[in-house]
């Protein structure tokens, strides 16, 4: 009776630690299955990398499709050696949401980090201009009432919009008219992240 009683014990034993190396493996991944879930890639990909593309930083608010977003698109120093009389702000045309003039702004912005976050410090006044002409993209045009200067201070324009439906890589374009020049140049492009 004795030996019986200890065979159960031995074989309810092995069991338990059965159930426990065959549970265990789950319950320990599961943490990990949700932080891979919720990872951000560090990693950005540009288009056309040598054909004299530069890339400029953004910061977003809010980065899943169709939630109302608020987007910081920066010009830091090194991104203007001129001041600047109009800056020319090109839309893809695959990021498919309503913007109204109201919802875009420039101003004089502290680039948020690891102490302190994005923020306007000062609005520029602006004029802005919405065209649609060609189909394939949106361009707005932005006059700041005096010209942006070359200084070491970071400006945005700030787009607050609707992320559209579909998720993906959109890639913006600006382009800059230096004073005392007739025509724009190329200054930089952005490219965000819709998941």
Known sequence: MK????????????????????????????????????????????????SGFKRLSWFQKES??????????FLRPRDRNTGLLKIDFVIPHT?????????????????????SRTKCLEDIPVDIAINNEESSRKTINIYPFSPIPANKDSYAIVLKAMNPK??????????????GKPSSSYLGSWTILID
């Open 64 to 73: 899943k499709k169709q939630f109302r977003n608020k987007i910081f698109f």
């Open 95 to 115: 990021f498919k949401t309503k913007i109204k003039k109201k919802n875009i702004s420039l101003c004089k912005v502290n680039v948020g980090g690891y102490n």
């Open 166 to 179: 579909k998720s993906g890589l959109y890639q913006f374009h600006s382009f800059g008219q230096p004073s």
């Open 3 to 50: 030996s019986m009683f200890k065979i159960q014990k031995k074989v309810d034993l092995k069991i338990k630690v059965l159930r426990f190396l065959f549970i265990s493996p789950i319950l320990f991944s599961l943490p990990i299955i949700n932080f891979v879930e919720d990872a951000k890639a560090g990693l950005e990909f540009q288009w056309d990398q040598n």
